[in-house]
């Protein structure tokens, strides 16, 4: 969607501000011993302390609130009784609807572990969000987003994942544009305009750049069991710096 009153404004501020809250609530939560299913159930509740609803429950009726995946798992993992170790990466992904709008965040941490491998893939996906971000302003090509979180990619050594993407979003949970690339598509001529709403999300690996449905009918991880690390921000494109909704 695009931003067309105050009103679009303002809600999609509040549902921003919500999803962020859930997650930071779920990462300062990431512990050893806890299980994703108790880390879905902090998520959900600060959701529901505002009113709002899980996404991907309400438009996918997903086994869970939130999406919260595992090391190799680099996308809607299930949130189970799986407890965390010590070296896990995890990232928490949540969106939600409150009133008719939607939003959209992503972090990915590693518990309790100082290891620069594991934390440098973090700080480097990290790193391509926010660059990927900045390419997004009015009367630029969608496709420099794509080209800036690669850059950042290809600066550390590292893979990024080619069949997931960032989307539009605003009045559901994915709208037009669809395929935000994390790489640079060179065909892909579409422009961004004043106002439009998008969720922009990196997902870097240490090897694969694919990944594969696991067996849940969710879960989407990588083949060679390469690890991986995603950040998401929701966005709204100006003629300037973009408003970042989720921070």
């Known amino acids: 969607m695009s931003i067309e009153t105050q009103y679009d404004l303002q809600a999609l501020k509040e549902i921003g ?25 902090i998520g959900n509740c600060v959701l529901e302390s505002y009113g709002a609803t899980s996404a991907p429950k309400k438009e996918r009726n997903f086994p869970g609130y939130t999406c919260i995946s ?27 609807e409150l009133d008719g709008y939607f939003a959209d965040t992503g972090e990915t941490v590693v518990v309790r572990e100082k290891s620069n491998f594991t934390n440098r893939l973090c700080d480097a996906s990290k790193e391509a969000l926010y660059q990927g971000i900045k390419a997004a302003y009015a009367g630029n090509k969608l496709n420099r ?33 669809d395929y935000i690339l994390n790489y640079l598509d060179i065909w892909d001529k579409r422009i961004l305009n004043d106002g439009l709403v998008l969720a922009v999300e990196t997902f870097l690996t240490t090897g694969a750049e694919y990944v594969i449905e696991d067996r849940d009918g969710w879960t989407l991880r990588t083949p060679d069991k390469s690890v991986g690390a995603q950040f998401e921000h929701t966005i709204i494109v100006t003629n300037g710096e973009p408003v970042i909704l989720t921070l």
């Open 17 to 41: 501000k919500i999803v962020s809250l859930a997650r930071n609530k779920m990462v300062e939560n990431i512990r050893e011993g806890i299980t994703t299913k108790e880390l879905d159930e």
């Open 70 to 96: 595992i090391n190799d798992e680099i996308a809607h993992g299930v949130p189970n009784n799986r407890s965390l170790k010590i070296g896990d990466i995890v990232n928490v992904d949540v969106s939600a």
């Open 145 to 177: 987003i794509g080209k800036e979180i690669h850059n950042v990619a290809k600066k550390y050594g590292y893979g990024v994942i080619r069949n997931l993407t960032g989307h539009g979003i605003g009045r559901k949970l994915h709208e037009e544009p």
